[in-house]
C-alpha cells in the first residue's frame, strides 16, 4: 500500500487494476501473434466511447461490469423511471430513488462506487438520436427489454455502414433474459449475421382469437384479456389505460373476476392481471449477471483483443443459456441470411405463399404474428399502385377501401409487394405467390 | 362516474410488489425458503466471485448472510469488488463488502467474520447456523477437508468455487438424497398426460355424450367439440377396425391422423379444433408410461424400505410406487390444456380431469396414512405434500450428492466409478474435462506453495513467475490426465491422446496467464451461475448442477460433469 501511494504516476494509477493487468500485460496461447500486450491495450480501454443502451435488469450489470473492465468513458440511454417492482435486481437504485430516471441515477451511482470512470447520461429514446450521434461510439452494447428497440439500433448500425470508411462499423453487443433463459449474441453489422437476421429466434406468442375472448372464455388469462380489451373499452373508453394504476388495474380484475364467476372458471388473481396487462415477463438477478457478465466479456476481447471473441466473421456469434434443468448453454455461429430485409445488400424479395381469397385487411394482420416479421403498423404497396398506406390521414383514407378486397383483386401472382412500418427504418420486399388449389 | 368506483381490493402487500418478478418464478413457497436460510461465504484471494454469488441473493432476500474474509482491503481490490470505496482502504474486507451488500436490500441481515479461516472453523460448532456453504479457491486443503466432512455430516449443501482469468468452475456438494419434486418442466417440450390410450369411465361418457350424432351436428357445434372428445371418438372408430387396437406405431398414428383430419368439414378457414386434434395425435397418443428415472426411484433402496424417520418425500414415493404397480399408471396430474371449446364443455371436461386426480391423489394419500401406521410415524405427512407429489410425478428429479475432489498434496486424485465415463469423454472435441483438470493442478499448485516462508497465505501460480509455474502446473496436470487414464482403463488413441495433451497445455497456460487474478466479468457471470444454483437448492424447486460446472470465457462454453 505504501508503495502505491508513494510511488511514481502511472504505476500509482494502475495499482488498483493490478488483476486486470496481468492479463492486459501477458500474452496467452490464444492471443494473437502480432498483439502487443501493455500499453495499447490500456490506452484502448482508456480512449473507446462505449455506449450502454438500456439502464434496466441487464443496463445496472453492464454499467457496472465496463466500470470494472477499465473502460472510462461510458453513455447510457434509458427512457424510463424506476418503479419498486425494479428493486429485486437493479442493484443501482433503492427505494428512495422510485420514480427518478433510470440511465441517471445507475450513472452516478457507479462513478461514485468506481473512481475515474465517466458515465454520461440520456434520459429519453434511442430513436431521438441520428446517426451522428451513433458513430461516436466504438461499440454498442445493447441490454434491452423490447423487440423493436432492438431491430431499430440493429437497422440503423447496419445502416451506418460505409464500406470506405472501417470506423463506420459499430459492433453491437446484445443480451437479453426471460426467467432463467437468456441469450447474448455479437453483431458485426454487414459481416455477420445481424438481429433482423435472427428474428425467427424469438416467435411471438400467438394472441388469443378476439371470439373466445368475446363468447367462449376458457382461461382466466380469457377473462382477464377480456376486461382488458372488450370492457375497459365499452364502459371507460374516455380513460386511457394506465397499466401502472393500481384503480386502473383493481378494475380489470374485478371485472374478469365477475366473468370468471359467470362461466366457473377458477384461478383469476390480482397478480395473474397484473402480469396479463403488463406483459411481465419474470426477471431476477441471477441470470441479468450471467447474461450482462457475458456481454460485456465479449466487449472487453473485441477491444483489447485479450482472447478470440464472439462474433469474429465465420466463428461462434450467439450464446444461448439455459437455467431451469442443471445449466445448458449452447454456443454457436448464426448465419446470415441472404434475404434479410436489413443487412443483404441486394435486399432480395423473400418468397411467401398467400391465400388469394384472404384480404388485405387479413394478410397485415398476419404479418404482426409472422415470426420473421413482426410488424404491427405496415403500410404496403405493390410494383404498380400503393396498397394501404398508415399515414398521412387523406392517404390512409384514400386507400382504407382496399383492406377489404381479396389478394387476387389487387395484386397478380408472383408480384413482390413492398412494406415499411414507423417503428423500423426499413423496407420489407415480399414475392406474394398464390397458393394452388 | 362516482358510483362507477368498485369497492377496494386487497391489492398486493410492499413486499409482493417489490419481489414480484421473482414471485413469478418461485412462488410463495420459494420465497419462503429463500428468507429462512443463512447463507456462510468463506471468502479468498481476490474475493470477487463469492462477493457478487451474494449480491444475486440479497437482492431477491435471502433471510441471513455471513461473509468470513481476513483479507484487508487494498488498493487492487478496488479495481476488481463493486462492494469496497476508497476510504475503506486498510479496514477488513469482509466488514466493508458485507455493509455495501446490506444496503441493496433492507430485509437482508448480513453478518462477518475477520478472523483467519483456520481459527474460525477450530471453534466448536463454528457452522453449525448456516444452511449452505459458499468457499472460494484459493484454499488450503486441510480447511476444505473439514468443511467437506461438514456438508457430509450435517447434510449442509457446499460450493466450492474458482474464477481464475478467462476461466471458471463451481462443484456442489449436496446430500446424498437430494429430491426435487417441483422440477418447473418446460410446458412447450414436456407432454401432458391426457390418457387418451388409458380414459375412464367418466371421459369416455363425457366424449360419447360430445359427438353423437357427430355426422348431422350443426356447424357451430361441430367446430366445438373439444379435441380430447373427438380423439377419443375416432380411436373408438379406429378400435373397431383394427381389432381393438389402437393405432401403435408412426405408420398407423399418420393413418389415424389422416382419418381426424379428413372428417372435417370443408370450411373456409377450416375447423380449429378439428387442426387442434390433428396436431396433438403424434404428442399424445402415447402409453403415459413413466420416465426411467421416475422408475428408477421406486427401486432406491430409501423407497424400497419405509422407516418411523424416513423423509416424507420417500413415503409418498412408496405410495406413488404401490400406485403404479397396480394401476400401471402414475397418478393423475389433472390439468387439460386449453382448446377450442365452448366454456361450459371445457370447464366440464376440466373437472373430469380434476375429479380423477384426486381420486388418483386419495388413493396415494390412504397408502401413505397406512406407511404411517405401519412404520409408527410421529408426525403425519401433510396432505398437500402427497398432493403435489402426485401431481408432479412424472418429472420428479433425485439427485445424489456426493463429496468432490479436495487435492491433497503429492497424492493421487481418485475418480472411483466415474473414472471410466469421464476417461471415455475426454476425447470429445467440446469436453470441458481438460480444463477441470487443469483447475486441480492449480489446487496441487496452491497446496504446496505459500506468499511467504512462514506459512502465510497460499500462493497462485503466476503471481510472479509465469514460465517456471506454467511448467509446474502443466507437470501436475498431465500426471492427473494419465492417471485418470489409467484409471479409467481406457486408452486413447494416440492421435486423440495428443490433441487432449495439446489442450490441457493451453488452458494450463492461460490460467497461470491470470497469476490467480479475477477478472469482474468472469467473476460476475460465475456469481451468476452460482447464485441461481444456490435459489435453486434452497428452495428445492428446478433441477441443480449435478455435480460440477466449467465455463470457459475464452470460447464462452459450458460444460457440466459428474465428478
Known amino acids: 500500500m505504501a508503495e502505491a501511494t508513494s510511488g511514481a504516476g502511472v504505476s500509482e494509477s494502475r495499482a488498483r487494476w493490478k488483476y486486470l493487468d496481468n492479463i492486459l500485460h501477458r500474452p496467452g496461447p490464444f492471443t494473437d501473434e502480432e498483439w502487443t500486450p501493455g500499453e495499447p491495450q490500456i490506452e484502448t480501454l482508456s480512449r473507446a466511447k462505449i455506449l450502454v443502451i438500456g439502464a434496466g435488469g441487464l443496463g445496472c450489470e453492464i454499467l457496472k461490469n465496463l466500470a470494472l473492465s477499465g473502460f472510462k468513458d461510458i453513455h447510457v440511454i434509458d427512457m424510463d423511471t424506476i418503479d419498486v417492482s425494479n428493486l429485486n435486481r437493479q442493484f443501482l437504485f433503492r427505494h428512495a430513488d422510485v420514480g427518478k430516471y433510470k440511465a441517471e441515477v445507475a450513472a452516478r451511482f457507479v462513478e461514485k462506487r468506481v473512481k475515474g470512470v465517466k458515465i454520461t447520461p440520456y434520459c429519453g429514446k434511442i430513436q431521438d438520436k441520428d446517426e451522428e450521434y451513433y458513430m461516436q461510439f466504438a461499440l454498442i452494447v445493447c441490454g434491452l427489454d423490447s423487440i423493436e428497440a432492438r431491430r431499430w439500433i440493429n437497422a440503423t448500425v447496419v445502416g451506418m455502414v460505409d464500406m470506405q470508411n472501417p ?236 383492406l377489404m378486397k381479396k389478394l387476387s383483386e389487387l395484386l397478380s401472382d408472383g408480384e413482390e409487394v413492398a412494406i415499411t412500418d414507423p417503428a423500423f427504418p426499413l423496407q420489407f420486399k415480399y414475392k406474394l405467390v398464390f397458393k394452388k388449389g | 362516474m362516482a358510483t362507477d368506483i368498485p369497492p377496494p381490493v386487497q391489492g398486493p402487500t410492499a413486499k409482493e410488489r417489490k419481489y414480484d418478478r421473482q414471485l413469478r418464478l418461485w412462488g410463495a413457497t420459494g420465497q419462503m425458503a429463500l428468507e429462512n436460510s443463512h447463507i456462510l461465504l468463506i471468502n479468498s484471494g481476490p474475493g470477487v466471485v463469492g462477493v457478487e454469488t451474494l449480491k444475486n441473493l440479497v437482492l431477491p432476500g435471502v433471510g441471513h448472510f455471513t461473509i468470513q474474509d481476513s483479507a484487508i482491503v487494498s488498493e487492487a481490490d478496488l479495481g476488481v469488488n463493486f462492494f469496497l470505496e476508497e476510504e475503506h482502504l486498510g479496514g477488513y474486507r469482509a466488514e466493508h463488502t458485507c455493509n455495501l451488500l446490506k444496503e441493496l436490500n433492507p430485509d437482508v441481515e448480513g453478518h462477518f467474520v475477520t478472523e483467519p479461516i483456520e481459527a474460525f472453523i477450530d471453534e466448536p460448532d463454528a457452522l453449525q447456523p448456516y444452511t449452505l456453504i459458499l468457499v472460494t479457491a484459493p484454499i488450503r486443503p486441510e480447511i476444505l477437508t473439514i468443511l467437506s466432512e461438514h456438508a457430509s455430516n450435517a447434510l449442509v449443501p457446499l460450493f466450492y468455487i474458482h474464477s481464475v482469468g478467462f476461466y471458471s468452475h463451481f462443484s456442489i456438494h449436496l446430500p446424498p438424497a437430494f429430491p426435487i419434486v417441483d422440477t418447473h418442466p418446460d410446458p412447450e417440450t414436456t407432454t401432458r398426460d391426457i390418457r387418451l390410450l388409458k380414459p375412464w369411465p367418466e371421459l369416455l361418457q363425457f366424449a360419447r355424450a360430445k359427438t353423437e350424432g357427430l355426422d348431422t351436428m350443426d356447424a357451430d357445434d361441430h367446430g366445438h367439440i373439444p379435441y380430447i372428445a373427438l380423439l377419443l371418438y375416432f380411436l373408438e372408430k379406429w378400435k373397431e377396425e383394427h381389432e381393438g387396437q389402437p393405432p401403435l406405431n408412426y405408420k398407423e398414428k399418420t393413418a389415424f391422423r389422416e382419418m381426424v383430419a379428413k372428417a372435417a368439414r370443408s370450411l373456409e378457414g377450416g375447423e380449429e379444433n378439428f387442426d387442434e386434434a390433428v396436431a396433438a395425435v403424434l404428442k399424445s397418443l402415447n402409453d403415459p408410461e413413466p420416465s426411467s428415472a421416475v422408475k428408477g426411484l421406486f427401486k432406491e433402496p430409501e423407497c424400497l424400505l419405509v422407516k418411523q424417520d424416513s423423509p416424507a418425500f420417500w413415503v409418498i414415493a412408496h405410495a406413488v410406487a404401490l400406485f403404479y404397480q397396480k394401476h400401471g399408471v402414475l397418478p393423475l396430474p389433472g390439468s387439460v390444456p386449453d382448446m377450442k371449446a365452448r366454456s361450459k364443455d371445457y370447464i366440464e371436461l376440466q373437472n373430469i380431469y380434476k375429479a380423477k386426480a384426486r381420486k388418483d391423489m386419495a388413493e396415494v394419500l390412504e397408502s401413505v396414512r397406512f406407511l404411517e401406521r405401519t412404520t409408527m410415524r410421529e408426525t403425519p405427512i401433510e396432505e398437500r405434500d402427497v398432493e403435489t407429489f402426485c401431481k408432479n410425478a412424472a418429472h420428479i428429479k433425485l439427485v445424489r450428492g456426493r463429496p468432490f475432489h479436495v487435492v491433497q498434496a503429492g497424492e493421487k486424485v481418485q475418480w472411483g466409478d466415474r473414472a471410466k465415463s469421464l476417461a471415455q469423454s475426454l476425447a470429445f472435441p467440446d469436453s470441458l474435462l481438460p480444463l477441470y483438470i487443469a483447475f486441480l493442478a492449480f489446487d496441487e499448485f496452491v497446496a504446496t506453495h505459500n506468499k511467504n516462508a512462514l506459512g502465510g497465505a497460499p500462493k497462485m501460480p503466476g503471481e510472479d513467475h509465469v514460465e517456471v509455474d506454467t511448467e509446474k502446473v502443466a507437470g501436475i496436470a498431465f500426471k492427473i490426465l494419465t492417471d485418470l487414464i489409467a484409471e479409467g482403463n481406457t486408452p486413447l488413441e494416440e492421435e486423440d491422446f495428443s490433441t487432449v495433451e495439446t489442450k490441457l497445455g493451453e488452458y494450463v497456460k492461460e490460467l497461470v496467464r491470470a497469476g490467480g487474478a479475477e477478472l469482474h466479468n468472469i467473476s460476475a457471470f460465475t456469481g451468476g451461475l452460482v447464485s441461481q444454483e444456490v435459489i435453486k437448492i434452497i428452495t428445492e424447486q428446478y433441477i441443480p448442477v449435478d455435480n460440477t460446472c466449467i465455463f470457459d470465457g475464452v470460447r464462452s462454453k459450458t460444460a457440466v460433469i459428474q465428478v
Open chain 1, 167 to 402: 470506423d463506420s462499423m459499430k459492433p453491437l453487443v446484445d443480451g437479453g433474459t426471460e426467467g432463467l433463459k437468456g441469450q447474448a449474441r455479437v453483431i458485426f453489422p454487414t459481416m455477420t449475421s445481424c438481429i433482423e437476421c435472427q428474428l425467427d429466434m424469438h416467435a411471438p406468442r400467438a394472441a388469443v382469437p378476439l371470439c373466445t375472448l368475446a363468447t367462449i372464455p376458457r382461461q382466466p388469462q380469457h377473462c382477464i384479456e377480456w376486461a382488458h380489451i372488450i370492457a375497459w373499452e365499452e364502459e371507460r373508453k374516455d380513460i386511457t389505460l394506465d397499466s401502472d394504476d393500481p384503480e386502473h388495474i383493481t378494475w380489470l380484475y374485478q371485472k374478469a373476476l365477475k366473468r370468471a364467476q359467470e362461466f366457473n372458471i377458477p384461478g383469476v388473481t390480482y397478480s395473474m392481471t397484473q402480469g396479463v396487462v403488463k406483459n411481465i415477463i419474470p426477471a431476477i438477478a441471477s441470470t441479468n449477471a450471467i447474461i450482462a457478465a457475458s456481454c460485456c466479456n465479449e466487449v472487453f476481447k473485441i477491444l483489447t483483443n485479450t482472447n478470440p471473441f464472439l462474433g469474429y466473421p465465420g466463428t461462434d456469434n450467439y450464446m444461448m443459456y439455459t437455467g431451469d434443468e442443471s445449466i445448458y448453454t449452447y454456443t454457436f455461429e448464426h448465419m446470415r441470411k441472404p434475404d434479410c430485409p436489413v443487412c443483404s445488400e441486394e435486399n432480395l424479395a423473400r418468397p411467401l405463399q398467400v391465400d388469394a381469397n384472404s384480404t388485405l385487411q387479413e394478410f397485415l394482420d398476419g404479418l404482426a404474428e409472422r415470426p420473421e416479421s413482426q410488424l404491427k403498423k405496415p403500410s404496403i404497396r405493390s410494383e404498380e399502385k400503393s396498397l394501404y398506406y398508415q399515414f398521412p390521414p387523406d392517404l390512409e383514407q384514400q386507400t382504407r377501401p382496399n
